[in-house]
């Protein structure tokens, strides 16, 4: 890499050093040097600052078959902590994280369908409050993801639709009751996040879908993600269907939780699963024919080379994905583009925001992606 200024570089690559550490159980100064390509000199003053902070320690000397044995350098995971908060539409989770994305401590509590503010943020506070008690090391933030459109200095909640919040500077209200930095992302920016950080996504070209209690994407492009406010859910895919926005005939009128829940009693898509009865079977091949759909024209306008699927209603049984996928090759000009869905489960949402926590307050992760990037 190359640096107008002495000191940004060394910020720089003491991050490379930190990140490669993140992704390895060790490795010895030469190591270091030869996968970073940077000097000898330049890695050993890194390292020996690393140390001297109590970001890393010296794990003993490795074994060889010839010459001096290198002394291992490993991350210490505990050095520092952080936390994450999927604020969901029927469940909020909370969970404590080291440095290496272990969750160490979590919670779950019940989210009301309309919460009020002072209710709902009480509980967070309180659990984060428990969580940082009980922390043997400093906490350096805390991510709170979920559904809304989000300020560009990620501190105020401008809008969140399906419980009337406007306006709400969510970040402060958090931050002035624990005493800890406070980030606020879009829950499907965290998704993302997740696919790219925990599970390794190399795709740069991709369209990532919520499908869940309400259905919301994003598409990420290299190191843009087009998300917040965009209206997938909204997409109309046949002529009938009172959506809660308003409108006929809108996707989530058909493939959300919160419309297969109200044509079944209040029952969840797990126990619509476990139904035996012709009518929930129907229900759910149609919002899986009606998301094949709205997939079909979110690939043939955004030239996406990988459709991810997240949320609960991606974990439907086998059936219905494959149903979705079938309907989606037949209509669909662009029939190659694999769709899967993640691996991550329901802590999906959550683990993107200890991501993100983690990509803020310690290793900036993003920002050697982005400058790499400009480089190329």
């Given at each position: 890499m190359k640096f107008t200024q002495p000191a940004a570089a060394r910020e720089i690559n003491r991050l490379r050093v930190l990140n490669l550490l993140a992704h390895v159980k060790e490795s010895s100064r030469s190591d270091i040097a030869r996968k970073l390509r940077l000097n000898k000199p330049s890695t050993s003053e890194i390292v020996e600052q690393l140390l001297k902070d109590g970001w890393v320690i010296e794990t003993g000397k490795r074994e060889t078959t010839t010459g001096r044995r290198p002394v291992s350098i490993a991350l210490v995971a505990?050095?520092?902590?952080?936390?994450?908060?999927?604020?969901?539409?029927?469940?909020?989770?909370?969970?404590i994280s080291d440095l290496k994305g272990n969750?160490?401590?979590?919670?779950?509590?019940?989210?009301?369908?309309?919460p009020e503010v002072k209710e709902l943020c009480s509980n967070v506070i309180r659990v984060i409050r428990k969580m940082s008690k009980l922390a043997t090391s400093?906490?350096?933030?805390?991510?709170?993801?979920?559904?809304?459109?989000?300020s560009e200095d990620k501190q105020t909640l401008i809008r969140r639709d399906h419980w009337n919040w406007d306006d709400i500077p969510l970040a402060a209200i958090i931050e002035r009751n624990t005493n800890l930095p406070i980030k606020l992302v879009n829950n499907v920016e965290a998704m993302v996040f997740a696919e790219r950080w925990v599970a390794l996504e190399e795709e740069v070209n991709f369209f990532m879908v919520n499908w869940g209690e309400h259905i919301k994407s994003a598409w990420?492009?290299?190191?843009?993600?087009?998300?917040?406010?965009?209206q997938f859910g909204h997409l109309m895919v046949r002529s009938t269907g009172l959506c809660r926005c308003g409108k006929i005939g809108c996707l989530e009128s058909v493939a959300a939780g919160w419309a297969l829940s109200e044509r079944h009693e209040g029952k969840t898509v797990k126990q619509l699963c476990q139904e035996p009865n012709e009518s929930c079977k129907k229900d759910l091949r149609q919002a899986a024919e009606a998301m094949g759909m709205a997939l079909v024209a979110a690939s043939a306008i955004t030239g996406c080379n990988k459709i991810i699927?997240?949320?609960?209603?991606?974990?439907?049984?086998?059936?219905?994905?494959?149903?979705?996928?079938?309907?989606?090759?037949?209509?669909?000009n662009r029939e190659t583009i694999p769709i899967v869905c993640s691996d991550l489960g329901e802590k999906q949402t959550l683990l993107g925001s200890i991501s993100i926590a983690l990509d803020s307050w310690m290793f900036k992760s993003s920002?050697?992606?982005?400058?790499?990037?400009?480089?190329?």
């Open positions: 505990d050095a520092s902590l952080v936390l994450g908060v999927d604020m969901g539409s029927r469940n909020t989770s909370i969970a969750i160490l401590r979590y919670e779950r509590f019940p989210t009301t369908a309309h400093p906490i350096l933030g805390v991510v709170v993801a979920l559904d809304g459109v989000i990420i492009y290299k190191n843009t993600i087009t998300s917040g406010d965009t699927l997240g949320g609960g209603l991606a974990n439907l049984d086998k059936e219905y994905i494959e149903y979705l996928k079938s309907f989606y090759r037949e209509h669909s920002l050697l992606e982005m400058m790499q990037e400009q480089e190329k």
